[in-house]
């Protein structure tokens, strides 16, 4: 009996991350050779196990160049935008150029420390990709052994080829070990975090999780993709920004490849890659094998509360803050022009943008807005933890 198995050596117990007040670096490979990346390039370490002697090695020519960090919101000085107003977009009514909030594709999106885990995760994946394509050949086989098994005993081949029934029982019984075999790499094709929080850090980090859950309970949530100001006397509106928004949820969804022992959550994305916040890092990912990765340090953080003019049924968790109409003049008085002019609620939101420079931009709408300034604050509290440590 005839069938393949192809037995891998497992290279991600080989991957190690390493925390430090300098950073992220991952270093991949074996004793006495090994890879790593940093924020201060990828060295080549080679030495003789046992001996003491060991060679360090720069193999790239990256020149960096550092960034000052730009100032960041607190809780005591919070703009409020303009009313801003969910309709159709009409560029002929703009008076300012259209602000899209879309991120580049999540390959593109990466922070220089985090090249090395980013490849880890990839192998890890492809080794899981593999492997359950390995399986499912295993057991087609195992099954068409089956088959021949049960043929065997309806026309008595076993009298005619003496030990088939013999070395079919044995092929069963090594592709059933093959397959259990295969099933447990598989699922231990993932990449291990063993993160050794400070003082300082966890309790931060709890702080951003628990922010998140009172986040992601909002009554609603919408994604931002554009935006732009409009000519308010040109449409008799009280709005002078436009949106356009589309609704959806978050969740505490992981990364399978990445194991965690601290809390993961997701901001759910409708045009482009989830985000998953780690300790140390996020990670975008549409579900293929393409994935970005921002540092916490390189991600730009604002968020505020603005009057929005609500042409949708209100949330229940939403406050209302006032009202307009829906065609006013230049003091916000009703347009009396317009026999159908009806009053629209004015609501308090939440608004959240995030950002890096190497493509990362996303904005959030929120309508509880206490819990919007609660993770905003909770959010740019652990960054500036993570970066004094740096």
């Known amino acids: 009996m005839a069938w393949s198995y192809r037995r891998r050596v497992k290279v ?12 992220i670096s991952t270093t991949i490979g074996v004793r006495g050779a090994s890879l790593n990346f940093g924020k201060k390039g990828t060295y080549l370490n080679t030495g003789i196990p046992g ?4 060679n360090r090695t720069r ?5 960096r160049h550092s960034n000052p960090a730009s100032p960041e919101n607190t809780l005591r000085n919070l703009p409020i935008s303009p009313l801003p107003v969910e309709l159709p977009p009409s560029p002929l009514e703009a008076i300012g150029p259209v602000e899209k909030f879309i991120s580049k594709d999540a390959p593109e999106i990466i922070s220089q420390d985090l090249i090395g885990i980013k490849q880890a995760i990839i192998t890890a994946r492809k080794q899981k990709l593999e492997l359950a394509d390995d399986i499912i050949k295993t057991e087609r086989a195992l099954k068409n052994t089956k088959i021949k098994l049960i043929w065997s005993y309806v026309f008595l081949l076993g009298l005619l080829w003496k ?23 598989e699922q231990n094709s993932f990449v291990n975090l063993e993160i050794d929080f400070d003082d300082e ?40 920004t436009i949106v356009t928004r589309k609704e959806l949820r978050f969740s505490n969804r992981a990364i399978e490849e990445i194991k965690s022992e601290r809390p993961v959550f997701c901001f759910h994305n409708l045009n482009g890659a989830q985000m998953h916040f780690y300790p140390y890092f996020i990670v975008l990912n549409n579900g293929t094998l ?85 993770f905003g604050a909770a959010l740019n509290s652990y960054k500036a933890a993570i970066n004094s440590l740096q």
Do not use: H
């Open 51 to 54: 001996t003491g002697f060991y």
């Open 12 to 23: 991600i117990p080989g991957v190690y991350l390493n925390f430090s007040k300098r950073g």
């Open 201 to 240: 850090l966890e309790p931060k980090y709890l702080a951003v999780v628990n922010a998140f859950t009172k986040l992601m309970s909002s009554n609603k949530i919408w994604d931002i993709t554009q935006s732009y100001e409009q000519n308010r006397i040109a449409t008799r509106s009280s709005a002078s």
């Open 59 to 63: 193999i790239d020519n990256t020149v």
């Open 163 to 185: 030990g088939l029934r013999l070395r079919l029982k044995n092929d069963i019984q090594s592709q059933k070990e093959a397959i259990e075999e295969l099933k447990n790499e």
């Open 290 to 374: 393409d994935y970005g990765f921002v540092d916490y340090k390189d991600l730009s953080i604002d968020f505020k509360f603005t009057q929005f003019v609500e042409t949708s049924p209100v949330p229940s968790d939403a406050t209302v803050v006032g009202k307009t109409w829906a065609k006013v003049n230049k003091d916000g008085s009703p347009d009396r022009r317009f026999t159908s002019n009806y009053q629209i609620p004015l609501v308090m939101y939440g608004e959240l943008l995030l950002e890096s420079k190497s493509g990362l931009k996303e904005c959030y709408q929120f309508s509880n807005y206490t819990a919007t300034l609660e």
